[in-house]
């Protein structure tokens, strides 16, 4: 199983931990249930897959988020586009913004995080030089 991928049912049981956690298993099991008609083992089944993935953990009836989720979005997209484009960026941007007009907005905040990645690798390349 692709440890950076979610499906449909995993992304939605993900979202309810992400946002309410910590959470009891006895409050998570509630709540699946109310959501999706859920009985509990069904619930203890996908969250212990999520814990084997890394992504959560059950301490104790209290379940913890172990990896945020803009940290498993970012593994994700990574994932994405070494897999699609063979880990290059500007291919996926090229392939991306290919037909479509970029807003001045989105130009601009693209720019913004170029010139923010620029200026954390020369702060780090001179570091790493002294």
């Known amino acids: 199983m692709d440890e950076n991928r979610l499906g449909m ?11 309410s956690a910590p959470i009891s298993t006895g409050d998570l099991v509630k ?10 083992t ?14 959560f953990k059950n301490d104790g009836g ?3 988020v172990l990896m945020p989720k803009e940290k498993f979005h970012q593994r994700q ?6 897999d699609t484009f063979g880990g290059s960026l500007p291919a996926f941007i090229a392939t991306f913004t290919k037909g479509k007009t ?5 130009a601009d905040e693209i720019q913004r995080l170029i010139d923010r990645s620029r200026s954390k690798n020369r702060h780090k390349n001179k570091e790493e030089s002294q």
């Open 9 to 19: 049912m995993e992304g939605r049981f993900a979202d309810i931990i992400w946002q």
């Open 31 to 40: 709540v699946c249930e109310t959501q999706f008609g859920w009985k509990r």
């Open 42 to 55: 069904t619930t203890y089944t996908m969250l212990k897959r999520l814990c084997q993935r890394g992504i």
């Open 62 to 64: 209290t379940v913890i």
């Open 77 to 82: 997209s990574e994932q994405f586009v070494s």
């Open 102 to 106: 970029l807003s001045d907005e989105d």
